[in-house]
């Protein structure tokens, strides 16, 4: 807002960004979320956005997970991580692989990634989950249940060929294959 003779005046709203990179503070530790000592598979965890144009240079991808044994914000382990996205729509955390985590029904949520993205053009920040393909687990989750099975492979890193402890994850914010987001 801006004042005219005291009184306020709306201005006109504006989309978000591009502006993270402008205003994140250059911290690539943020990226690295295993410290030495921290019990766990270690993994890169490569994420990717794109929109329907291609790679999205200016996001901001925030991630949360549970540290091996499948328990949150420990104190030898808190399990977040930012990084701005690169020229190719591209970040890397190195982080370890998360354990299931524990539901108050005894069951079990498989080992995920939680993700939090904002990027320019999104009015709100929007979340979405990494699982690892492959695990057995997958098919006890009860989040992943609540998807349409055509829209799952959405949900799921993969590993490239010759590169065992790197997973990449894709996020398409619209057009074919775009990845599932949950509302909290």
């Not at 990226?31 to 019990?39: I, M, N, P, W, Y």
Request: aromatic share 8%.
């Amino acid at each position: 807002m801006t004042r005219d003779a005291g009184r306020p005046v709306a201005t006109p709203s504006q989309t978000v960004g591009p502006f993270f990179h402008f205003g994140l503070t250059a911290n690539a530790a943020l990226g690295t979320l295993a410290k030495d000592g921290v019990r766990g598979e270690r993994i890169g965890l490569r994420i990717r956005v794109l929109d329907r144009d291609g790679p999205v240079p200016d996001a901001m991808v925030e991630i949360y997970h549970a540290d091996a044994e499948g328990q949150y914000g420990q104190a030898h382990f808190d399990g977040f991580g930012r990084l701005p996205t690169d020229g190719d729509g591209t970040c890397v955390f190195e982080t370890i692989r998360p354990g299931a985590v524990s539901t108050r029904a005894d069951g079990a949520q498989a080992p995920h990634v939680n993700v939090c993205l904002f990027a320019r053009g999104l009015l709100r920040h929007v979340y979405t989950r990494i699982y690892f393909s492959g695990d057995a687990a997958l098919d006890e989750d009860p989040l992943i249940a609540l998807v349409p099975p055509a829209r799952r492979s959405t949900l799921l890193a993969s590993q490239p060929s010759g590169e065992p402890a790197v997973w990449e994850f894709t996020i398409r914010l619209q057009g074919e294959g775009e990845t599932v987001f949950f509302a909290l």
